[in-house]
């Protein structure tokens, strides 16, 4: 798990001052809520300016990964919130990822090859799904998942005496996977919102809920 | 602010874990027939009777909701390309097979619409749900009022939302601006417990409904919600310097599913 802590003077004053009120968890919640606020936000206008690179069906990673920005929780003398999305941090980060670590899909063995998709009907999706993959080894290590030559039938309509017309056409040979052993994946620092910003959400909220409980006393 | 592992299950985690698995050859129409609050209490599929199936449905989501992996596992079994591939392999070792005429159609168990239908609106419904509930704190409710409805996902065809909150509104009495709006800017935004909740959410005023009063509120929707804090919810006319509003129960804001349900059913 990714731990991200933000401390700033700005928020330690804010939590200085909630402690003398004797609301230091609800300060911190609200500095945390408004945070996760952030980020949803940040998330959610991701996956409307990226959609995959291949233009496959979209599966909309972003959006998927703000709904799972979770409630925050108190933690200590602060809040805290996760977000479950796998391969989010993947994206953030960056790192390297190596075949052998999960099960494949298709042998249920631990993975030889990492599956990248080459086409956008590949995208979002094991290459088990596909039932007409050939493997076509590359040198380096590498590989490629070939969609078999086959002969597509398509039917006609019956005619008056009950015939039906078959046409055939020879489709295949696209390759649908690239296989790799390992990807050093860049890290995109812009996949979440920067710590200042969060930051700032944070402070503003907790400076806004100060001032909001002193009003009210 | 540390953030550490010590963190549990999510508010959604728990709802998915606690939800019956129940079988049936009940269609998504007639499913509508049961009460809004014993569905949302089931883990179920239209015309799904299954129940080894729907318990794999439930874990795999439940993996999703939480992707905890075991020591030396990978967190690749918790994606949903992994986990529809598990559903159909469940499938097909256990003999099924589609109907040619039905392969690839929202009625083929095994097709990737069925299962990315079933996966999607079960995850949505449980975030939906716990994000409802852990909103029912008067602190919470004190700073952050209402919520906006806003795309969160954008679809080829788009429902008319619009159309449908000034509907929704209509039907909770309350003329727009007290308790729910329009901004100028087309910004659809309500109290948090107002009962326009439950009317966008309701199958008695849109078919395609989940009759839930939490996001995604219908099938394949792309609609979420998001906070809108004590400022701006009072410029915008919903709610009262000082004034407050009182959390809710499940059971009040099924009440009022069902009222509109029986309601059109009469």
Request: aromatic share 8%; glycine share 8%.
């Amino acid at each position: 798990m990714i731990s991200l802590r933000i401390k700033t003077d700005a928020l330690d004053e804010l939590a200085a001052k909630a402690q003398q009120l004797g609301r230091e968890t609800d300060v911190a919640m609200f500095g945390a809520r408004a945070a996760g606020n952030l980020v949803r936000n940040h998330l959610i206008s991701l996956d409307a300016e990226r959609p995959n690179a291949l233009g496959g069906t979209r599966t909309h990673f972003y959006a998927a990964a703000a709904k799972s920005v979770h409630e925050p929780v108190p933690v200590g003398k602060g809040a805290a919130f996760i977000i479950t999305q796998i391969g989010l941090a993947q994206r953030w980060l960056g790192g390297v990822i190596r075949a052998g670590q999960g099960e494949s899909s298709y042998s249920g063995k631990a993975t030889q090859y990492l599956a990248i998709p080459a086409r956008a009907e590949a995208y979002g999706l094991p290459p088990k799904n596909f039932d007409d993959l050939q493997f076509v080894p590359l040198k380096g290590g590498r590989a490629m998942l070939v969609q078999a030559l086959q002969t597509k039938l398509k039917f006609g309509r019956k005619n008056k005496a009950g015939v039906r017309k078959v046409s055939g056409t020879t489709v295949g040979g696209l390759v649908m996977f690239w296989l790799v052993k390992e990807v050093d994946q860049k890290p995109d620092p812009t996949v979440m919102p920067e710590q200042e910003q969060i930051a700032e959400a944070a402070r503003a909220e907790m400076d806004d809920y100060l001032s909001h409980t002193l009003m009210s006393n | 602010m540390p953030i550490e592992p010590t963190i549990g299950l999510s508010d959604a985690a728990l709802i998915n874990a606690a939800k019956n698995v129940f079988g049936t050859e009940l269609t998504t129409e007639e499913l509508r027939e049961l009460s809004a609050a014993i569905r949302a209490q089931s883990f179920f599929s239209a015309q799904t009777t299954d129940e080894h199936l729907l318990d794999l449905y439930q874990g795999k989501i439940g993996g999703i909701l939480n992707p905890v992996a075991g020591e030396g596992e990978a967190t690749t079994q918790f994606s949903p390309a992994y986990v529809r591939q598990a559903i159909k392999d469940f499938l097909f070792e256990a003999g099924y097979r589609p109907d040619e005429e039905q392969r690839g159609t929202l009625t083929d168990l095994s097709s990737n619409a069925r299962i990315n239908l079933v996966v999607k609106t079960n995850v949505e419904m449980a975030q939906g749900q716990g994000l409802w509930i852990s909103n029912q704190r008067q602190a919470l409710l004190d700073q952050f009022p209402a919520w906006e409805l806003f795309r969160a996902e954008t679809r080829v065809n788009v429902r008319d939302w619009l159309n449908r909150w000034r509907l929704a509104g209509g039907q909770t009495g309350d003329p727009m601006g007290t308790g729910w709006t329009i901004t100028a800017d087309s910004r659809m935004m309500a109290l948090k417990n107002h009962p326009i909740w439950s009317f966008i959410g309701s199958s008695a005023l849109f078919k395609d409904a989940l009759d839930t009063p939490w996001p995604p509120f219908a099938f394949n929707s792309g609609m979420w919600v998001r906070d809108v804090s004590r400022k701006p919810a009072e410029a915008a006319g919903l709610i009262k310097p000082g004034q407050q509003i009182k959390p809710m129960t499940l059971a009040q804001a099924f009440k009022t599913i069902q009222a509109k349900a029986q309601e059109v059913a009469a």
